[in-house]
């Protein structure tokens, strides 16, 4: 196996884990709430919310939600889900939806990427210092989303212990734009490419398709979410 595949990680990073009882869930709430009144304050509003959507969302826009590979995937589902806004969170916040489906785009995106990697297991991956991560991050060689106060590195962009091959004079070519632009654009595929990938098409040996999908890259200026 791989080294790439191997690190690979659920979007966000950390693997699914099975839900808590109620109960138990509830009480662990309650525990690290507790703590800090900023995070009370949070999972008051937070399960308030949650509770509305609970109450009138449709089963079947609850069945999709809990459909989603991860715990955030299914709560932006069921906030952006049009049957569960209508009485649920539309009155609270006009805007939730939006934000909640822009969330599950972020986390699909991510799903396609192949997961994410933390600074430290690009530095080991590449045998380079977390600085060195950080100042490839900062030139536009090396693609990552914030995390926190924190960056997460899509892992579709190694190969083994290198970068695809051609990825940074791409991500050159794009500029300065939206992270989440970028990455949609490199996991899309694309009928001018013959139904292949950006990425796939840096792997492989076709030189006019990487010529192609240089010029491609330049038209990325203003397409997709910040």
């Known amino acids: 196996m791989s080294l790439r595949k191997s690190r690979r990680k659920e979007p966000g990073g950390t693997a699914r884990r099975p839900a808590l009882p109620a109960k138990q869930a509830g009480e662990a709430v309650r525990e690290f709430a507790s703590a800090s009144p900023i995070r009370e304050a949070f999972w008051a509003r937070a399960s308030a919310v949650l509770k509305q959507i609970a109450e009138h969302a449709n089963e079947q826009s609850l069945q999709r939600a809990v459909a989603a590979p991860t715990d955030a995937g299914a709560v932006a589902r069921a906030i952006s889900d049009s049957a569960a806004m ?6 609270l916040d006009p805007l939730a939806a939006l934000i909640a489906k822009g969330a599950g785009q972020k986390l699909e995106l991510l799903k396609q990427a192949g997961g994410v990697l933390s600074v430290s297991d690009v530095a080991r991956l590449l045998r380079i210092s977390r600085q060195a991560v950080d100042k ?5 060689k090396l693609l990552a989303v914030a995390r926190g106060a924190d960056y997460a590195y899509p892992a579709c962009q190694f190969d083994e212990d290198q970068v695809v091959p051609g990825l940074p004079e791409l991500l050159g070519h794009i500029g300065r734009e939206p ?15 013959g139904e ?15 010529e192609l999908t240089l010029r491609l890259a330049r038209a990325v200026a203003g397409d997709g979410f910040g």
């Open 136 to 140: 490839r991050r900062r030139e536009g």
């Open 86 to 91: 209508t009485s649920a969170v539309a009155e």
């Open 179 to 193: 992270t989440w632009a970028a990455l949609a654009f490199l996991v899309t595929p694309d009928d001018r490419l």
């Open 196 to 210: 292949l990938t950006p990425l796939a098409v840096l792997r492989g040996k076709d030189e006019k398709l990487k």
